[in-house]
């Protein structure tokens, strides 16, 4: 069966049983239906002196179109644990409509390892990023308004900072120009839309504590300069009171179940290829109070996702993995060995071999933050055992573990095994998490660093003027933030053709962009686009709705 057609069929609890497994009082749920409720602002308020369970981060090797499945073993190690007598709980990111309607056609997991209402969560879900979407464009409406009507701020609106955005990818968008059709309309300049993912009101909402947190942040937003080439805040235009109450109920997690009726918090959805690429600290800090353990992830690769997870997320909620699972396929080995898709079935241990390369630097990587990694292999029916014994090898001989795991056909059952050793990892102490770089390391330092430890590139190529920018705003006082890489998820480098695991390549820098509300810096590198395109023939094409009013398409 597909994975629309598997939850379909899932035996759903009313999310009130869900919530009383963590603890959660029905009158604390505000139900969007009978299998998806917000946990309320009050009840989170509350747990805040409780302890804290072990956390632990689902990331992978660089995505390919082999297929990887990281959200799939992230929920279904969640199963796991559960199924082993533990109390687990599972943090995922809610889905973009851009890939759901692109590429990716869903986001939710997969087989028996899948969270559900699956239609809901990729379509529209409780309205999240609707509500991000609105508070974003009432800024930029606020903007042009505020320049309209006299422009007491003296906003240069050669210099304004602030994009549109909209859910979808829409190319057409990425350059515009606004206000034309004449003096009603406004002051015309050059303008263009971000996916909402990319957002800075998203990665606000991802990283504020409570509604105080996320209106301060809204209002330390930088929309603009002056002529004078000082900064123009959003609070300077009085948009973030406003833009706060659009998110009062947005900012409060998201409770679902997976397929085996266990706790799921979905919340918030940066992109880890142009934002942080983590689901919201509150869901997570929240299951933290509830849970004895709790399954999260990180988008893309480790190299993206995880990177930024603890450089980013850990240091800004004050939170640290257990243990860290990095999701790989044989699959993927073989196409990083230089194998191609359409022969991906066939046997080829040498192949498996040759790409396990990839998998050997996400492993390196992660040590570098001091955090155990255990790989789980993410098993596809065509996988041999010669196959699959290499990759255990290979890994073996990093000093590291690799367990087969087949979820996605037997749910938790098809998990135990990496559920087990993950627990015992995480309760042993091993972890001593430490960030990859300090906060008081100059702006640049800290993009070298990245650089030159994750990515194993020789160089970093910056001009002048983006080297000048990032002494401005060490100047400004903001030297202590840290870095969000904007690159391909495809690679180690800037070239999302370049698989494996190379070195000695350099990383241009094409422009940088400060996310004062946020509190990090978005540096982004080579060609990638924080509005993407749609792909020759985008998955939209294919879903629709069947003769029963069912969706079809979504996966």
Known sequence: MSDIEIARQANKKPIQEIGAK??????????????????????????????????????????????????????????????????????????????????????????????????????????????????????????????????????????????????????????IVCSLGGVANGFPREAGFDITVASEVMAILCLANNLADLEKRLGDIIIGYRRDKTAVYCRDIKA?????????????????????????????????????????????????????????????????????????????????????????????????????????????????????????RHIENVKNFGVPAIVGINHFVTDTDAEVQAVKEYVQNLGSEAILCKHWAKGSEGIKELATRVSEIAESGQAQ???????????????????????????????????????????????????????TQYSFTTDPNLRGAPTGHSVPVREVRLSAGAGFVVVVCGEIMTMPGLPKKPSSETIFLNDEGQIEGLF
């Not at 290829?273 to 990180?298: F, M, P, Q, R, W």
């Not at 995880?306 to 999701?327: H, L």
């Open 22 to 175: 963590l603890g959660i009082p029905s009158d604390d749920l505000l139900p969007f239906g009978h299998d998806k409720a917000k946990v309320s602002a009050e009840f989170i308020a509350k747990q805040a002196d409780k302890p804290n369970g072990k956390l632990i981060l689902v990331t992978a090797i660089n995505p390919t179109p082999a297929g990887e499945g990281k959200t799939t073993t992230t929920v279904g190690l969640g199963d796991g644990l559960n199924a082993i007598g533990k109390k687990a709980a599972i943090c995922i990111r809610e889905a973009s409509l851009g890939p759901c309607f692109g590429m990716k056609g869903g986001a939710a997991g997969g087989g028996y390892a899948q969270v559900v209402p699956m239609e809901d969560m990729n379509l529209h879900f409780t309205g999240d990023f609707h509500a991000i979407t609105s508070a974003h464009n009432l800024l930029s409406a606020m903007i042009d308004n505020h320049i309209y009507w006299g422009n007491e701020q003296e906003i240069d609106i050669r210099r304004v900072a602030w994009r549109r955005v909209m859910d979808m990818n829409d190319r057409a968008l990425r350059q």
């Open 240 to 360: 973030d009171g406003a833009m706060t109450v659009l998110l009062k109920d947005a900012m409060q997690p998201n409770l679902v179940q997976t397929l085996e009726n266990n706790p799921a918090f979905v919340h918030g959805g940066p992109f880890a290829n142009i934002a942080h690429g983590c689901n919201s600290v509150v869901a997570t800090t929240t299951a933290l109070k509830l849970a004895d353990y709790v399954v999260t992830e990180a988008g893309f690769g480790a190299d993206l996702g995880a990177e930024k997870f603890m450089d980013i997320k850990c240091r800004k909620a004050g939170i640290a993995p257990d243990a860290i699972v990095i999701v790989a396929t044989v699959r993927a080995m073989k196409m990083n060995g230089g194998v191609k898709k359409d022969d991906l079935g066939n046997e080829n241990v040498e192949a498996v071999k040759k790409g396990c390369a990839n998998l050997g």
């Open 433 to 487: 998490f430490s960030p990859l770089y300090p906060d008081e390391m100059p702006l640049f330092e800290k993009i070298e660093t990245i650089a030159k430890r994750i990515y194993r590139a020789n160089e970093v190529i910056a001009d002048k003027k983006i080297r000048d920018q990032l002494k401005q705003w060490e100047a400004d006082g903001y030297g202590h933030l840290p870095v969000c890489m904007a690159k």
